[in-house]
């Protein structure tokens, strides 16, 4: 068993302190998908926090049964949360500079996201989501876990994806 | 083969590969989750039902949300319309009944005379 898979059964027999050991190993990589997703630091931040809540809150309530590893399953909470609060944004049409007003000395960082969240906006939730997953080095098989579909539908909204991004540029 | 598309793509990964929370995060995640932890434990069975009817409410994907509510209006229109029918067909009974009593009355005894 691994240490998270340990820390997240210790969390679940009641040991609060063990799920300083998920954030701690989870969080850098986490953050960094929410905030390509969301084109924002802080607001990847925010949900992110929301994240390990809710699943702090599901290991304490038996609501995780670990079909899938621990991080998988996060990856899985932080995607739609990332994905719901993008919504959420885009109905109250919060404009992503009032939302990141100041990131210390990470100015080409912070450009970076924005230029890259909003390149990535006209894709489908799912086609965004699997493209940045794969990014990041997930296998396409983990992939499928956390969005719900097959190794095959990931592959093929890879494939759409950079169709689309292609043509748009074209 | 790479194209202008695949080098943009890997310029703004390689530009947002070093993004971090902050410094203070992991701190902030524990604050909540003992806050959570607190909350939990001192609302006792209450907290607790409301703690999983938020995490049953917050599972649930978007259409679900709007769909439960208008499916709970839907059943309790139809409990009232099954209640009031069901007393309209009662007294529709009652009503043929009493007029089928009243005939056999008249025809086994004929007509009351005052």
Redesign the interface.
């Known amino acids: 068993m691994s240490s998270l898979e340990d820390a997240a059964l210790r969390v679940q027999r009641g040991d609060?302190s063990a799920?300083?050991i998920v954030?701690?190993a989870t969080?850098?990589r986490l953050?960094?998908l929410s905030?390509?997703i969301m084109g924002s630091?802080a607001e990847?931040?925010d949900v992110?926090?929301e994240s390990?809540?809710?699943a702090?809150?599901?290991l304490?309530?038996g609501?995780f049964d670990a079909r899938a590893r621990v991080e998988t399953w996060l990856h899985r909470i932080v995607v739609n949360a990332s994905l719901?609060a993008r919504r959420k944004r885009a109905r109250t049409r919060t404009d992503l500079a009032e939302v990141d007003v100041a990131i210390d000395g990470a100015a080409?960082?912070t450009v970076?996201?924005r230029?890259?969240a909003s390149?990535l906006d006209e894709l489908p939730d799912d086609q965004r989501a699997a493209l940045l997953l794969k990014?990041d080095g997930m296998p396409s098989a983990e992939i499928g876990e956390v969005l719900g579909c097959s190794e095959g539908a990931v592959e093929q909204r890879l494939v759409r994806a950079?169709a689309a991004?292609?043509k748009r540029?074209s | 083969m790479r194209d202008e598309t695949d080098e943009r793509f890997e310029r703004l990964l390689g530009a947002t590969h070093d993004v971090a929370a902050s410094a203070d995060f992991t701190a902030r995640v524990m604050s909540a989750v003992e806050r959570e932890t607190v909350a939990g434990s001192a609302g006792g069975g209450t907290a607790r039902t409301e703690t999983i009817a938020r995490g049953i409410w917050g599972d649930l994907p978007r259409a679900a949300k709007i769909a439960v509510p208008v499916a709970a209006a839907c059943a309790v229109a139809s409990v009232v319309w099954a209640v009031f029918a069901f007393r309209a067909v009662d007294d529709a009974t009652l009503a043929t009944q009493d007029g089928a009593e009243q005939s056999v009355v008249a025809t086994l005894y004929g007509p009351e005379v005052e």
């Open positions: 609060v799920f300083r954030v701690e969080a850098a953050v960094r905030a390509r630091v990847a931040e992110v926090q390990f809540v809710k702090y809150r599901a304490r309530e609501r719901d080409e960082e970076a996201l230029e890259l390149w990014a950079r991004l292609r540029r």
